[in-house]
């Protein structure tokens, strides 16, 4: 998921934790799930009110600008780190992988 389409990727991220549709979250931001989806998948790019009517629809989250626009700093990244801190002493290893 990770890439050139960091915006795509955070719009991405934020959906999924917010545990919405690409239909829901794009009611949200006053646009067709087509655009999300075309968001998502780096053909095009929000506008800034369309960032901040998802903002807005998510206070849950507190969310920035910054967390959709931002590569190294964006929600993506943010929560994949805060994920693999939080499982990486959780998850135990069973048995082993045969050669």
């Keep these: 998921m ?20 690409q239909v829901e979250l794009a009611r949200a931001a006053g646009v067709s799930q087509t ?7 780096n053909r095009s790019k929000p506008r800034l009110t369309n ?11 507190h969310l920035t600008v910054d967390d959709i626009l931002s590569d190294e700093g964006g929600f993506a990244k943010r929560s994949l780190r805060q994920t693999s801190t939080a499982t990486a002493h959780t998850v135990p290893l069973y048995g082993s992988i045969p050669a």
């Design 51 to 61: 960032i901040e009517h998802i903002i807005e629809a998510l206070p849950h989250l």
């Design 35 to 41: 655009t999300l989806s075309s968001w998502e998948c």
């Design 2 to 21: 990770m890439g050139s389409n960091y915006i795509g990727d955070n719009i991405n991220a934020v959906r999924i934790e917010a545990g919405l549709s």
